[in-house]
T-cell receptor, first 112, second 113 residues
């Protein structure tokens, strides 16, 4: 089975800190995605990547950046964490768009 | 991508079939219907997808109306583990380079013992 591993399940950071959320997949998938999920707002796409060193903005990229130096790893970076970035962050990967998305278990980030 | 409409919530008795409807009246000819579900505190999980024919796999069946304007996901014998939010998504078929999935609010299915 494809596995998508997110480095932390729970994370607490201070306002203004630079935060790195790491995601690694083990099935050579080309596509990787970062979503955030908030109560009442559902899953919202932050950034995605079709290939190494490629990145595309999703619906809510403000305050975030990403890095994909290797095919298996897709990092989400919060340049200066703010309390409104407290959320559940979900990473996913797929070979084809649409079906076959595999999600990680999520990182629940709290910014204080 | 076509917009979908799903009920906010549904209940189902354990052991009975759960029928989750989805309306997608603006679906285009090249758009597929995808279903995902999200169990509490986990990431979404792919269930099934289809274009116009009914589809079945080990998890569920997908029934698409002849005019393709609506579909129903069927869990034939719901268990407590099927309690989750179910997302119906309509978009173009699987291919490299297409835009990512957009998840709506979905239907919260509660399976009751």
């Amino acid at each position: 089975d494809v596995k998508v591993t997110q480095s932390s399940r729970y994370l607490v950071k201070r306002t203004g800190e630079k935060v790195f959320l790491e995601c690694v997949q083990d099935m050579d998938h080309e596509n990787m995605f970062w979503y955030r999920q908030d109560p009442g707002l559902g899953l919202r796409l932050i950034y995605f990547s079709y290939d190494v060193k490629m990145k595309e903005k999703g619906d809510i990229p403000e305050g975030y950046s990403v890095s994909r130096e290797k095919k298996e790893r897709f990092s989400l970076i919060l340049e200066s964490a703010s309390t409104n970035q407290t959320s559940m962050y979900l990473c996913a990967s797929s070979f084809y768009q649409g079906y076959g998305y595999t999600f990680g278990s999520g990182t629940r980030l709290t910014v204080v | 991508d076509a917009k979908t409409t799903q009920p906010t919530s549904m209940d189902c008795a354990e052991g009975r079939a759960a029928n989750l409807p989805c309306n997608h009246s603006t679906i285009s000819g090249n758009e597929y219907v995808y279903w995902y579900r999200q169990i509490h505190s986990q990431g979404p999980q792919y269930i099934i997808h289809g274009l116009k024919n009914n589809e079945t796999n080990e998890m569920a069946s997908l029934i698409i109306t002849e005019d393709r304007k609506s579909s129903t996901l069927i869990l034939p014998h719901a268990t407590l583990r099927d309690t989750a939010v179910y997302y119906c998504i309509v978009r173009v078929g699987p291919a490299k380079g297409n835009t990512p999935l957009v998840f709506g609010k979905g239907t919260r299915l509660s399976v009751i013992a």
